[in-house]
């Protein structure tokens, strides 16, 4: 078989800057419970909205029905999330430990020995109370950090700030409030964070990791579903979710099944766009749910919403909005400049009519904002305008592997595609195979070859936390210590390189070529530059390849090159918490690296040659 690369630049094109990046939903608690570092699981007693009885879970008492009583009422000092408990001491001569309350956070917390903890609580007791604060092991006997605060008898509420310094590892801690005294005591919004987020905004720094060492180049956010709702009053609102964390209502994804107290908020999702050095892509509901619509003719309100909520990220600061944004701490406004109208609506009976008219008040107010259409314009013109349109695609390893020539007959004068979605599932997928990795491999090298009609490319799901795996497969897979990423996430990995580098023709001869799939890039790193090969082996067998490349204006060097490979003993492969590195890239030097070279390619296998210029 033969791999040629025709490397003459005037055949070279750029591929845009912003080619891959990551798509964060809040499915699969990769918010709330997952990069969100906040260990307090409802920690406003919230979560069954504004109703009392509220639904306290996971929250539960220290003590028993005689000496302690809960519930919740509507006494809380923020009137957006107005749900207390209300916490009554029945002993008089109390257990030796108190009574109280406690939290498990999401699925027990990861507490560290050595590390320190912020501790806020609201409380409002009308008699002067002690209470010990303390983590412990999930059946409370463990003390892992613990302190006493003295509470002076009021009316008011009261905030409490306080640090814990845990002597002890425990990975399904609980927090609990504790107290010998008799009487009444409410508390509201109880937060627990670590101190050590991720530049101190709030993420866990582990899981963020992952996402620098892919470079994405955009962030899009927060869904997906989520966006959308299975009804409209469940959709996510970014007017609900910025300003003080205490004030924020909270809401439930009906479409994944909980609540979320949305501390992870608009804000916060711009904040880590700009960490991560990637561009903002905000989604924005379009006045559509799963199962419900606003009709075009009443749409106007929603309109405003997000022309408020663009001021919120692009304003001055001293605009309405923006300054709301500086009093969060970023004066400067957040490069937000691509927007998504709604999520997977086109063809619902508003979609086109309300597309419309979010589409001319942004184009107005916001002419450098590109704006993605929900409609796939791959195979047809679409009969509204648009900058982008979304494409998502999951499906069985062959048909992804096939769809590497899906954009090769889109016509390159209509807008420019955005696969923002795209994955192997089902079938073979596995929980994240290394089969279907190399179908996706197959397909972004397709994507690389025809990125001068497609914009941007993202993989979906990006993060599952196994205690509540509502979509399979996804890129990255934790709990409330641990992670790993699967074959997908790793693939990925031998793309970073590509946003923002030229492609060069390639063409495969071979009778193996129904199984094989290749692209080839340059780049510079460091002031070096590389030539970078890479080569999708779908087969069972392993395939010798003549990789002969010509038009190069420097030689090959074979000091600084490198072989990357992407394979496994057995194609349905995944890695796990216990094997988190069964199937990874393998690199080594490229001994052999010239114009012209001879090369393996395992079974099943991606693989990157990487020659040194
Ligand atoms: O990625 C999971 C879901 O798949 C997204 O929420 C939705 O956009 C698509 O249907």
């Not at 069954?48 to 509220?54: I, V």
């Amino acid at each position: 078989a033969t791999v040629k690369v025709d490397a003459t630049p005037e055949l070279a094109r750029k591929i845009p800057d912003t080619l891959f990046g990551v798509f964060f939903e809040e499915i699969n608690h990769a918010g709330a419970g997952g990069i969100w570092a906040e260990l307090v699981s409802n920690r406003g007693f919230e979560a069954g909205g504004p109703h009392t009885p509220s639904n306290i879970h996971p929250w539960s008492i220290v003590g028993d029905d005689s000496s302690i009583f809960v519930a919740t009422d509507r006494s809380s000092c923020f009137s957006r999330n107005i749900v207390a408990l209300r916490m009554e001491v029945l002993c008089n001569d109390c257990p030796a430990g108190g009574v109280g309350i406690y939290n498990p956070g999401f699925w027990g917390m990861n507490i560290e020995d050595g590390k320190t903890y912020n501790l806020v609580i609201y409380v409002k007791s009308p008699e002067t109370a002690d209470l010990t604060v303390s983590l412990t092991s999930p059946d409370g006997l463990q003390n892992l950090a613990s302190i006493n605060l003295k509470v002076a008898g009021t009316s008011n509420w009261t905030k409490l700030e306080q640090k814990l310094v845990a002597k002890g590892t425990n990975r399904t801690s609980r927090l609990q409030i504790t107290t010998h005294n008799k009487g009444v005591i409410w508390f509201d919004q109880v937060s627990l964070m670590p101190a050590d987020t991720y530049k101190g905004h709030g993420f866990r720094s582990d899981l963020i990791s992952m996402l620098l060492d892919l470079k994405p180049r955009f962030f899009r956010f927060p869904g997906g579903c989520f966006v959308e709702g299975e009804w409209l009053r469940n959709a996510f609102r970014w007017r609900e979710s910025i300003g003080p964390w205490e004030e924020r209502p909270g809401h439930f994804g009906d479409v994944w099944h909980y609540w979320t107290d949305d501390g992870l908020g608009y804000y916060e999702y711009l904040q880590l766009s700009e960490d991560l050095g990637a561009a903002p892509i905000w989604v924005f509901n379009n006045g559509i749910s799963h199962h419900d619509e606003v009709d075009t003719a009443i749409i106007a309100p929603f309109v405003k919403d997000v022309l408020d909520g663009l001021e919120f990220a692009k304003g001055s600061a001293n605009s309405t909005w923006g300054s709301v944004r500086a009093a969060m701490g970023h004066p400067e406004p957040f490069p937000l400049k691509y927007v998504a109208i709604g999520n997977e609506d086109c063809g619902k009976k508003h979609y086109r009519g309300n597309y419309l008219k979010f589409y001319n008040a942004i184009r107005d107010a916001y002419p450098d904002i590109q704006m993605i259409s929900n409609c796939d314009g791959s195979s047809r013109r679409l009969d509204h305008p648009a900058d982008l349109f979304d494409f998502h695609v999951y499906t069985d390893s062959k048909t992804l592997f096939s769809m590497m020539n899906e954009f090769d007959s889109t016509s390159r004068d209509g807008p420019k595609a955005f696969v923002s979605e795209y994955a192997v599932w089902k079938r073979d997928a596995g929980k994240g195979s290394l089969l279907a990795s190399l179908a996706e491999a197959a397909f972004l090298t397709g994507l690389e070859r025809n990125s001068d009609i497609v914009q941007m490319a993202s993989y979906a799901p990006l993060f599952v936390n196994t205690n509540d795996r509502r979509w399979n497969p996804d890129a990255i897979v934790f709990n409330t210590w641990q992670h790993y990423g699967t074959p997908s996430y790793w693939m990925q990995t031998l793309f970073r390189e590509s946003s923002g580098a030229m492609v060069h023709p390639i063409t495969i001869n071979s009778r193996y070529s129904n199984s094989l799939a290749a692209s080839a890039i340059t780049w510079q790193d460091s002031g070096n530059s590389f030539l970078r090969v890479k080569i999708v082996n779908f087969g069972w067998h392993a395939v010798i390849v003549r990789i002969a490349t010509t038009g190069l204006e420097a030689s090959v060097n074979a000091v600084g090159s490198a072989v990357t490979v992407l394979t496994s003993d057995n194609v349905m492969d995944e890695n796990s918490f216990s094997h988190p590195e069964k199937v990874v890239p393998v690199k080594r030097q490229l001994r052999n690296a010239a114009e012209y070279m001879r090369v393996r390619l395992a079974p099943h296998s991606l693989t990157s040659f990487d020659l040194a210029l």
